[in-house]
């Protein structure tokens, strides 16, 4: 059974799995992520887009806001990993570390995505405790980016995490030329359609 809350952007769907007061402030945190994109997007100090696009710009994207895409992943920390270059879409390639390993179920079934840690970002206080988990899956290509898209989260404090799917979003080079944006490594292609999140 779904209960349905009706926005005038999206339909909200929210499962019973959930108390009332979690699923509600889920809701308004992932409706706060889709705003503040947005305005990333639409801010000529902060965009990626070229001042024509950007001018044209409206708004992006995104699946139905859908609660069975925040899952609780079991955090495995994969200690004395070495430095690697993660390719980009650009000539330029980016120094990053596998920081671990979620494991989750999604939909029925058993799923593992890595999280790296980038050596460059790890270096500034700001940036120190920030993971990166880029993945691809069965939309890409077709109603997302080909490329991929991304999550961002911090290092759990405990053996757990929570992934938001609602929360992925495209790299730059989806909307514009000019960046080097890492490419997910087929360790973290998932074979299932991820309809949360940005889209096209």
């Known amino acids: ?7 005038s952007v999206s339909v909200l769907v929210i499962h019973f799995s959930y108390a009332q007061k979690d699923s ?31 001018e044209a710009f409206t708004e992006h994207k995104f699946f139905p806001i ?4 925040v899952v609780t992943a079991k ?33 029925g079934k058993e799923y593992t ?26 939309t890409s290509g077709k109603e997302t980016y080909g490329g991929g898209r991304y999550l961002d989260l911090t290092i759990p404090q405990g053996d ?16 514009t030329e000019g960046f080097n944006c890492p490419i997910p490594p087929r360790e973290n292609y998932l074979p299932i359609k991820i309809e949360a999140g940005i889209r096209f």
Request: charge should be positive; aromatic fraction near 16%; glycine fraction near 2%.
């Open 1 to 7: 059974m779904k209960k349905f809350f009706i926005l």
């Open 24 to 54: 509600t402030a889920l809701v308004k945190e992932i409706i706060n992520f889709q705003q503040e994109l947005n305005k990333e997007y639409k801010n000529p100090e902060t965009s990626p887009l070229p001042k024509e696009a950007r």
């Open 66 to 69: 859908d609660l069975q895409y």
């Open 75 to 107: 955090f495995k920390r994969t200690p004395n990993e070495k430095i690697f270059m993660m390719p980009t879409s650009g000539t330029e390639k980016k120094m990053y570390v596998k920081y671990g390993e979620a494991l989750f179920t999604l939909m």
């Open 113 to 138: 995505l890595s999280l790296y840690q980038s050596i460059d970002l790890a270096k500034q206080r700001k940036y120190r405790d920030y993971l990166f988990i880029p993945f691809r899956d069965a």
């Open 160 to 175: 757990s995490l929570v992934i938001d799917f609602n929360k992925a979003y495209h790299p730059y080079c989806a909307y």
